[in-house]
């Protein structure tokens, strides 16, 4: 994906009870960069907690 694009990478960010989504990203070689327990402040996400993924080309 980053390849065909050229560019230098790219990130993005999910909920960890997203597992299909979490699935697809690993699966083209996105990587865990960081979490944040405290982002969601609604009470309908509590206990969510934010994933940050990125890719990186510049290897």
Sequence with gaps: ???RKKLK???LETQDDNV???RFYLK????LGGI???VYTDPNYVGV???YLYAD???
């Design 9 to 11: 990478g790219v990130s």
């Design 49 to 51: 907690i934010a994933l």
């Design 20 to 22: 299909l989504a979490v």
């Design 57 to 59: 080309n510049s290897k």
């Design 36 to 38: 944040d327990a405290k």
């Design 28 to 31: 083209y070689r996105f990587q």
């Design 1 to 3: 994906m980053v390849e």
